[in-house]
């Protein structure tokens, strides 16, 4: 029922973007330090893609075990994508800029809360619509 309203859809697939872009970031930082390690980042959401259903973010099961039927996996709609950039790098190789990384994680960091804020406040003012508290 929930997922035909399009602000609730938007507001999940930014958030499930932006948690995805947090583990690339966080694997970013934490390759600071690796030779010839480019920083990786992840393509923009489109949101006319979100509301057509077109590049909709799922998750999806992952086999734990080797004994376990290995689930479909379809294609990843947050694909990560290395950033050239080769003026800025270290004498080692190493691209990663820690300010800049750092900078990208809390500007993240504060649209997640903006989503699940915007998430939160209109599943409550259905809720009051429909006379639950």
Avoid: C
């Avoid at 379809?74 to 800029?97: I, L, M």
Wanted: net charge positive; charged share 25%; no cysteine.
């Amino acid at each position: 029922m929930y997922d035909n309203l399009n602000i609730l859809k938007m507001a999940r697939a930014k958030m499930d973007w932006l948690s995805q872009r947090q583990e690339v970031l966080a694997g970013n930082v934490a390759n600071a330090d690796t030779p010839r390690y480019l920083p990786r980042d992840i393509k923009p959401l489109n949101f006319k893609e979100v509301l057509s259903g077109s590049s909709a973010p799922a998750v999806h099961a992952a086999a734990t075990n080797a004994q376990h039927i290995v689930p479909e996996m379809g294609p990843d709609p947050f694909k990560a994508q290395s950033v050239r950039r080769t003026y800025e790098s270290s004498p080692d190789g190493n691209a990663v800029v820690l300010e800049e990384q750092m900078a990208k994680i809390g500007e993240s960091k504060g649209s997640y809360e903006l989503a699940a804020s915007l998430y939160q406040k209109h599943l409550r003012m259905i809720r009051t619509a429909v006379g639950n508290r």
